[in-house]
């Protein structure tokens, strides 16, 4: 659990707040960011049981630069 908290913490690390979330290209979206494509990576790669701690995990390193990172990856 204490790696999976540091893992997340340093990719929200690099989190820009004003960055874009997603790209918008011939009708298609898709995210454009890469933090979110490093926690979908490293939300796959977890066991079981930290996948169930994952979203507790993300909530517990939530901050006003962060927020629109963390809200999109849970709902992801």
């Not at 690390?13 to 960055?19: F, K």
């Not at 079981?48 to 507790?56: C, G, N, S, T, V």
Request: charged residues 15%; positive net charge.
């Amino acid at each position: 659990m204490q790696q999976l908290r540091k893992k997340i913490a340093a990719i929200l690390s690099q989190a820009v707040p004003e960055g874009p979330i997603y790209s918008y290209n011939s009708g298609l979206t898709g995210a454009d960011n890469e933090q979110l494509r490093l926690l979908r990576v490293l939300y796959a790669q977890s066991s079981p049981e930290l996948r169930k701690q994952f979203a507790l995990v993300l909530l517990n390193q939530l901050t006003f630069e962060n927020a629109q990172h963390v809200c999109h990856a849970i709902l992801d």
